[in-house]
């Protein structure tokens, strides 16, 4: 089948990536912090738009042939499907469940082991801080929240390392089969669940009915030498509630790396209105992908962008919500 040249609108921070994995002969454009006028004007002749935000205000009332916006990642939140052209489909792309996981293991031991107190400490010459013992994560209960790509792969490490792991998903009928060897329930078996969890672990996405899922009375059903890990969605706990439960230590800590407010590019900001970075008892990441998970990415928004060349299937297709 003959393939056609398309025009790709890419943000300035992955067009050389892009660029490399794609084929010769299609047309990028790239854009940063335009304005909407200036991204309507971009989009109204581009075929396909690579970026994980699309607004209504991005469509040319004069017109617009896009026929595909891809997000760079799992997530299509900023992405207002209401406003797309009629004919244009919206994918997404995984391959960061590997990574993820590696990051909430991380966090967790680091939390679990009191990896920071300890380096403080013995930077001053303390070898015998509070905890003369540590934890191992064998034996321990873990509670995953959510059991998609992530979730199945948190599943998976837990179970390596020994730990007793309990899942929490939306879908649970559609679920018991992803997690061989490990209770599956849902949503609505949470409050039963924490009092039991030594680590929770968010791997869920923020929709209706996960906003806020972790707020003030959950905190106070969960052991205080307990842990929050949040790799999924920062809104999915109520950011106020996880302040004062870290505050007044309701529980013992949490590891971060999904937040409440983002950057515009070469911005610093806080990722919080409420200062968690004050907090000793919080590890904070800012929700870095992996090499091998961009190059994987990559590689597979380019097959897509082939394959609507080619006049082919697309893969991961995102259905409007």
Not at 167 to 194: F, I, W, Y
């Amino acid at each position: 089948m003959t393939s056609s040249t398309l025009t790709i609108a890419v943000h300035e921070r992955f067009r050389a990536e892009l660029q490399a994995a794609l084929p010769a002969g299609h047309t990028l454009r790239s854009f940063g912090a335009e304005s909407d006028a200036a991204m309507a004007a971009l989009l109204s002749d581009a075929d396909v738009l690579v970026w994980g935000a699309y607004k209504a205000a991005w469509r040319d009332p004069r017109g617009c042939r896009l026929r595909l916006v891809h997000s760079t990642g799992a997530g299509v939140d900023g992405i207002d499907f209401a406003g797309l052209p009629p004919e244009c489909t919206v994918c997404n792309v995984y391959g960061h469940e590997y990574g993820v996981a590696e990051q909430a293991f991380l966090l967790m031991l680091a939390l679990g082991r009191d990896l920071f107190g300890l380096d403080a400490a013995l930077r001053r010459g303390d070898w015998t801080p509070q905890r003369p013992y540590l934890p191992e994560l064998r034996g321990r209960s873990l509670l995953v929240l959510g059991l998609g790509h992530i979730g199945r792969q948190l599943v998976r490490w837990g179970q390596f390392v020994g730990m007793n792991v309990r899942v929490l998903t939306r879908t649970p009928e559609k679920s018991r089969g992803e997690a061989p060897g490990v209770p599956v329930h849902g949503l609505d078996q949470l409050h039963a669940a924490l009092p039991e969890a030594d680590f929770v672990v968010v791997a869920i996405p923020a929709v209706t009915n996960t906003l806020g899922l972790l707020g003030a009375r959950e905190f106070q059903r969960m052991k205080p030498t307990a842990f929050v890990v949040n790799v999924g969605r920062g809104p999915v706990i109520d950011e106020d509630a996880l302040y004062e439960a870290l505050r007044t230590r309701t529980i013992a800590g949490a590891g971060l790396d999904v937040w409440y407010q983002y950057p515009a590019p070469g911005q610093n900001l806080l990722p919080s209105r409420r200062p968690f970075h004050e907090l000793s008892n919080v590890i904070m990441t800012p929700h870095k992908p992996t090499v091998e998970t961009m190059a994987y990415r990559w590689g597979a928004i380019a097959e897509n962008i082939r394959r609507l060349a080619a006049g082919e299937p697309l893969e991961r297709i995102v259905p409007a919500p």
